[in-house]
């Protein structure tokens, strides 16, 4: 950087001029000035002689930093640096800013006492720096010299009162032209209709490296292409941002990630509409205007789409679809991930990748799926990662390393360490060789009981609650997430149980046995509410084998236990909750070789159903509350008596 010469400097202005020169429509030059230097295709002035720029350092006591030097050997001074400062200074009009604007007033105004060195260099800069801008709108430029690296270079700070809070940094002079540059070129590249077409040897070396990039990103090579594109894209060239933005969504990006150019076109909006609508509707509740922000351009049919596919994952009805090998492998990664088996559905997704093919020459990867509500929650930035490195779309190259699995194949993951130290309980039924669709026959008295839609277990607590009309201190009827437990078993799970009481108590296991063996475990070792606690109960066609439960620091059994599962193993004195709990579901895991998928439970959508009461029924003489809740009763006739909307305690 600081070996840049004076020839260098002017190879690169005068491509800068020329380019400048060439892009103006007839008439459009601000001054007479502007237009002597369209004609010469020269944005500069004379160079500054040694003597001059001695006589510069000389009235502001300092050295200049080497590329400034450089720079005033070719042009003492530049025209239009970017789209924003109209006039940079040379030798005779750099000076110190010593506040000038007022803003290092303002800057200290928003600083408080815990405030940082680098909150502080933003106010102090508009008493040191010396100050470039000669003519702006609104665009201070100025270089700081107490932000030197070690070649001499100063910092270059510019701030926009329309661009943000904060100045925004360039590591030296040159970093800050082609910063510029950048700017200008971008500009030039979004110019309306009518304008001369924005073309020249820069533009068409970027057009160039944007189409290279999209056959490298085909092939596996998404970092090389991402550099790539993320360059081309600080020029303005077309496609760029649309075909990076594809990248930087699998890798889980989600900020300023708008599909910009391509969302609004008919052949690409079934695959990128999907996921800007639903990054929207995770964060706009009230105001749904910036998305037809984002979709400016498009036709009314598009409009209309998006509001449809917006209702669609508000509901969590939207449901991907895709032609093909590869459409037919998301259905059956569908139905794998609905009923937990997450790690199975990822590799189904990989596995039919190399046969997708793209809706169009812009398109690197299939993305309507991450808006999916059962297909989106699979993505981990691992995972894509690996899918933007595996070849597709008719492109071969060496295939991608497979990532691991998100699911151990246990039930000790369970025992982790809440990330929030938050108190954990939770209870389950695994039920052996039944499918998951079964369960509320054997978890629910009566029938008709059907699964609810695949949701979060907060978004299921969250839809029940607001559904129930009556709650019973007697009632425990546990809300539970279903699906397959690894070979042979199906799971039920609550992962937010009520609080556990001994003696009113029952294991659904013997009532969900019949015909085949269920095991019930619920956790409370690191639990809040009350003492610790532990249960385990294993039932045989409608009979119950053995049981225990530890609670108050006391053991409770019955039936022959098996030894791997004997409680005194486990709760000596004193009892280290989070051991015992974690060999514990070891020991269950050995015994029943069953598994409960984290990252469904955790991160996934499942099917949920309300099992019948873990309690029991009140005995004579035992006292219980009702609260229930009318909601929305219509107006009486007159005369006619009616109860008031609000709770009633029986």
Known sequence: MTNTTASDWRSFLLRWSGEWADSLPDGETRDENDEAARRAR??????????????????LDLRMPPSYREFLKVTDGWRHAGGFVWLLAGTEDAHWHNNESGLADMFEEYLDEDAG?????????????????????????????????????????????????????????????????????????????????????????????????????????????????????????????GLGDQIRRLLGQTYMVYFDGLVTDPQYAPELLPPLVAEH?????????????????????????????????????????????????????????????????????????????????????????????VLGPLLTPERGRELLSTPRGGQASKPSIPTAGLDPDNLAWLAQPDPGNNPTSYRFVLVEGVEPEDLPGRLVDGDGTVLNEPMTLREAHHKSQRNQRELSSYDDRALMAVGRAGTG?????????????????????????????????????RTWHGEPFFHLSVARDGAEQYAFTYVEGEIHASGEIPRALDPSQFFGDPVDGGEAERSLLEAVTGE?????????????????FATRSWTRPPRDGETYAVIRMHVGAARPADGEQTEDDGPESS
């Open 281 to 373: 509707a995770a964060h706009s509740y009230w105001d749904d205007s910036t998305l037809t922000f984002h979709l400016r351009g498009a036709d009314g049919d598009l409009v209309s789409l998006a509001y449809a596919t917006l209702d669609q994952v508000r509901n969590g009805t939207y449901r991907y679809t895709a032609a093909g090998p590869f459409g037919e492998a998301v259905e059956r990664a569908r139905e794998l991930a609905r009923w937990g088996d997450t790690d199975a559905a990822w590799r189904t997704l990989l596995d039919a990748l190399p046969l997708w093919e793209p809706l169009g020459p812009d398109h690197l990867a299939p993305l309507g799926w991450v808006a999916d509500p």
């Open 592 to 608: 029943f070789g069953a598994c409960l998928p984290r990252h469904a439970i955790v991160n996934g959508r499942l099917h949920t």
């Open 42 to 59: 020269w944005l500069g002035f004379p160079p500054a002689s040694e003597e001059r720029i001695a006589a510069m350092e000389e009235r």
């Open 489 to 525: 078993w199906s799971f039920a799970f609550d992962g937010d149980p009520a609080p556990f009481n001994r003696q009113r108590f029952v294991s659904p296991a013997t009532a969900a046995s019949t015909g085949t063996r269920t095991v019930v475990v619920w956790s409370g070792l």
């Open 117 to 241: 060195p680098e909150e502080r260099r933003e106010a102090d800069i508009w008493r040191r720096g010396l100050q470039l801008d000669v003519e702006s709108d609104i665009t201070h430029v100025l270089m700081d010299p107490e932000d030197v690296d070690e070649d001499g270079e100063w910092a270059v700070y510019t701030w926009s009162s329309w661009r943000g809070e904060s100045p925004e940094r360039h590591a030296n002079f040159l970093e800050f032209m082609r910063d510029v540059y950048r700017e200008f070129h971008s500009l030039r590249a979004h110019r309306s209709d009518g304008e001369p077409v924005f073309a020249n040897e820069t533009t068409h070396r970027l057009d160039a490296l944007v189409a290279e990039a999209r056959l490298e990103a085909l092939r596996g090579g998404w970092e090389r292409a991402g550099k790539a594109l993320d360059e081309a894209e600080e020029y303005g060239r077309p496609r760029a941002a």
